[in-house]
């Protein structure tokens, strides 16, 4: 492994091919244009490269071709409609077409969980790269953008060489990206750090030249982008150990959270004040419900199958720990819910009936209208099924959430959720429910009792109004 800070690295030819057509700026494809394609697509266009996003669903490249993003991610509404207008950035349903247009193929398709097991469904990584290989002419370079068990990368390579046609030089190399919903254009565009998996110098020539304009903005702006250069393995796993320490960076706080609770402690003084010392950190230290999305839940079980598969099992056997501190945190609250609407916890579960719940967020987090493996919204289905009467308000996931649970009430606005509420519940910390004051939220609910789902609220504040406050991991005042 090299750590290299790279500038002006013009392509090279690899030995035993020619060097693809529009080096040294390649033309670029993103297969799969879900949350992770389109970004990266209007992101690159951006930068000034020429790209073709492609997917198999013609709705969806039907409204990104129109300039309607299916997502809410902020800026990308702003990067999709100037680049569609400048004709740098395409979207197109057709292999073929990705396959004559594109030098640098990034694979961007979602590996979900398998529903028989933890497990990464690789059925869109084979599909995708198996449709665009059968129609290459020319020398490719498909790079892996996906979150993958170890060892795809591998398997990649032989599915492209395997159905590309004899005589086309096709290459694979894998590159793990590390963006943030809520900040992914922004994580794009100046990455902390770029990691190529490579396995000649063709394919780290023709990747760094497809992100040439990305090292040369940051030089603009003062700024470098560490590069490391590995084997296939090592950038396969640098992802998901990056979302394996993350994810337990937040079990630990919560488990933390648990501890105080029962010690009367208060784990948000005991998080910034471990968090001074450097070699912590204050990133990543928030107490609540646990942690969510489309990444860190499903990676971790992933990581824990892949390890097994390939007999390093017992080496993350901490992450099984992780998931079931991560799913306690989100029961806690169905308890302090039980403790301030002073209702028993019966054999059956916990019944609330009469009384209505206000449930302030849907998405995993904030900025985002995602509400995959949303702790928020798993609180939600808990307190729906003690009877009581739920609405739910977030500011951009409704929609999304009600598609996952139709048989509550949904607000258009946080007054319409608290009005005459006997429990209110932050579960997503969008700025709105923290910017909210207390007095004024207090008129209009039946009773002043809140549970701070995310530790967002000044609590001092709230209590002062009035409310009977329990935030996580947190003494009751
Ligand atoms: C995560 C990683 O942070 C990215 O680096 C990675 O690229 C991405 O997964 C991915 O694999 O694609 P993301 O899922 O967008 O990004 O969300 P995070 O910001 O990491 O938050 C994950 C969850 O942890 C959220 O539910 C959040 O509320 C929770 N969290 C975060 C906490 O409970 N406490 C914290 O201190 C921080």
């Known amino acids: 492994m090299t750590v290299q800070y790279p500038s002006t690295s013009p392509v090279q030819p690899h030995a035993t091919s020619t060097p693809p057509s529009g080096a040294p700026r390649p033309r670029l494809t993103f297969l799969g244009c879900g949350y992770l394609g389109s970004t990266y697509a209007a992101c690159f266009a951006e930068l000034g490269y020429e790209v073709l996003g492609m997917d198999v669903d013609a709705e969806r490249v039907a409204k990104l071709a129109a300039g309607q993003n299916p997502i809410h991610e902020p800026g990308l509404d702003e990067l999709l409609k100037h680049n569609l207008a400048s004709g740098r950035l395409r979207f197109t349903t057709s292999y073929a077409e990705a396959a004559e247009f594109g030098d640098v193929h990034f694979i961007c398709v979602g590996t979900p969980q398998r529903p028989d097991g933890m497990a990464a469904d690789l059925s869109y990584i084979e599909s995708s790269v198996t449709g665009l290989a059968a129609h290459l002419t020319r020398p490719a370079l498909i790079v892996g953008k996906s979150t ?11 599915l492209a060489c395997k159905h590309a046609p004899d005589g086309v030089d096709v290459q694979v190399a894998w590159s793990p990206e590390f963006l943030r919903e809520g900040f992914a254009c922004e994580d794009v565009l100046r990455p902390d750090r770029i990691v190529f998996g490579v396995k000649s110098d063709w394919a780290r020539q023709l990747l760094y030249a497809a992100h ?104 993350l056997r901490f992450l099984h720990e992780v998931d079931l501190v991560n799913q306690r945190r989100r029961n806690r609250v169905l308890q302090m819910a039980a403790e301030l609407l002073n209702r028993p916890i019966g054999p059956a579960g916990p019944d609330f009936s009469g009384t209505k719940i206000a449930v302030l967020g849907a998405a995993f987090k904030p900025n985002t209208d995602d509400v995959r493996d949303s702790p928020g919204l798993a609180v939600a289905k808990a307190l729906a099924k003690t009877s009581a009467e739920i609405v739910i308000y977030d500011p951009e996931a409704a929609e999304k959430a009600r598609q996952e649970l139709p048989d509550v009430a949904y607000a ?35 009773a002043r009792r809140i549970i701070d789902g995310m530790n967002c609220l000044d609590h001092a504040a709230w209590i002062a109004a009035g409310w009977d406050y329990r935030g996580m991991g947190r003494p009751i005042l």
């Open 148 to 158: 993958v068990p170890v060892g795809t990368a591998n398997w990649v390579e032989e």
């Open 212 to 315: 040439k304009a990305l090292f040369e903005l940051a030089a603009t702006e003062d700024r470098e982008v560490p590069v490391v250069v590995t084997d296939f393995a090592t950038a396969e796993l640098v992802k998901v150990a990056a979302n394996a320490f993350l994810a337990t960076k937040i079990s630990f706080i919560n488990a933390m959270a648990e501890v105080c609770e029962a010690a009367g402690a208060d784990v948000t003084l005991l998080a910034k004040s471990i968090g001074y010392d450097s070699r912590i950190g204050n990133k990543f230290l928030r107490a609540g419900i646990g942690f969510g999305g489309g990444c860190l839940p499903k990676d971790i079980r992933a990581f824990q199958a892949r390890a097994q598969e390939i007999g390093a099992g017992e080496a």
């Open 412 to 446: 258009t606005s946080l007054t319409e959720a608290v009005d005459g509420a006997d429990l209110t519940c932050v579960v997503t910390a969008w700025d709105e429910f923290r910017r909210a004051d207390p007095h004024a939220v207090g008129e209009l609910a039946k």
